[in-house]
């Protein structure tokens, strides 16, 4: 358990084994996604040993996870560096929480937008403050969801996720726990959660991990959709007119349809 002792930048971690939390700690950036929060997670997941077989992923109160980091995307385009966007470590780092030999466990509240979603429905359980609400925001600004979209489908169902990626509008708790999205919801999550963890940690790694790649030969649709993902969130994130955009927001607040030199 060697990460404990790493002074991570964007995320805290506490370990009481069987469990693991990994917590989202951005709140200068609202818990955006950028590399190094991709990283360090992926640090995390790659180091759970035997001893552990929860993993908990949170963010604040306020926020959980608010998607990609416009920030840091405004940078490489102010400093004029010509880098493709790599979505396959984020891609990947999902499906370790969806197929790893762990019970990944989403614990939300807050806002979860865009790729917070992703991180939402990639997870084997999902449990909500009564206050979380989800959102995809991306076609705001000429993008898609391309990555989330394969765990939510699986998760909800493919209208549900092509209603909420068209609408751009949050839905709350309750509403995303009659979908599928989230299993449980309560105005005390955090005892929620906590219930749920006193019955999962009686579970073993050999037979959860035994139990995970079962599932992962009965539906390899997340492994199946992994090229046509990153395929489409490289073009959209490449395209010259939606990083103007991303930038004229970062820099003016400025939304795409509101006025100004679009």
Not at 42 to 58: G, N, P
């Amino acid at each position: 358990m060697g990460f404990l002792n790493q002074a991570y930048q964007t995320i805290q971690v506490e370990v009481q084994p069987p469990i693991c939390t990994l917590r989202f700690h951005r709140p200068e950036a609202r818990n955006t996604i950028n590399d190094q929060l991709i990283e360090e997670c992926r640090q995390v997941v790659a180091a759970l040993d035997s001893s552990l077989t929860i993993l908990v992923i949170e963010g604040s109160p306020e926020v959980f996870c608010f998607g990609a980091d416009f920030q840091q995307i405004h940078r490489v385009q102010a400093e004029g560096v010509r880098s493709e966007q790599d979505p396959g470590p984020l891609y990947d780092l999902w499906l370790q929480l969806a197929c790893g030999p762990f019970i990944s466990v989403a614990h939300v509240r807050g806002q979860a937008n865009a790729g917070g979603i992703g991180f939402v429905a990639a997870c084997d359980i999902v449990l909500a403050d009564t206050s979380a609400v989800f959102s995809l925001s991306e076609l705001l600004f000429g993008l898609y969801p391309a990555c989330v979209l394969p765990f939510l489908v699986r998760r909800i169902g493919l209208q549900k996720a092509h209603y909420m990626t068209l609408t751009t509008q949050p839905v709350s708790a309750d509403q995303a726990r009659q979908w599928g999205l989230v299993d449980a919801c309560e105005a005390d999550s955090k005892d929620l959660l906590r219930r749920h963890l006193l019955r999962l940690r009686r579970l073993s790694k050999p037979a959860l991990a035994r139990y995970k790649e079962y599932l992962g030969r009965l539906d390899d649709s997340l492994l199946r959709a992994r090229a046509h993902a990153l395929a489409g969130n490289r073009e959209v994130f490449s395209d010259a007119r939606n990083l103007r955009l991303i930038s004229r927001y970062v820099q003016t607040g400025l939304f795409p349809w509101e006025e100004g030199d679009r």
